[in-house]
């Protein structure tokens, strides 16, 4: 149950960067990804 957890934690953890990064990218187009 625990490591069922962690892997939904960190798979939402990982889908809300990535959503930031697209959001960021689009509302400041001159911004380079690191």
Do not use: E, H, Q, R
């Not at 960190?10 to 380079?32: E, G, H, Q, S």
């Amino acid at each position: 149950v625990i490591m069922g957890a962690v892997l939904v934690i960190a798979t939402l953890f990982v889908m809300i960067n990535i959503f930031v990064d697209l959001i960021y990218a689009w509302l400041d187009p001159k911004v380079k990804l690191k």
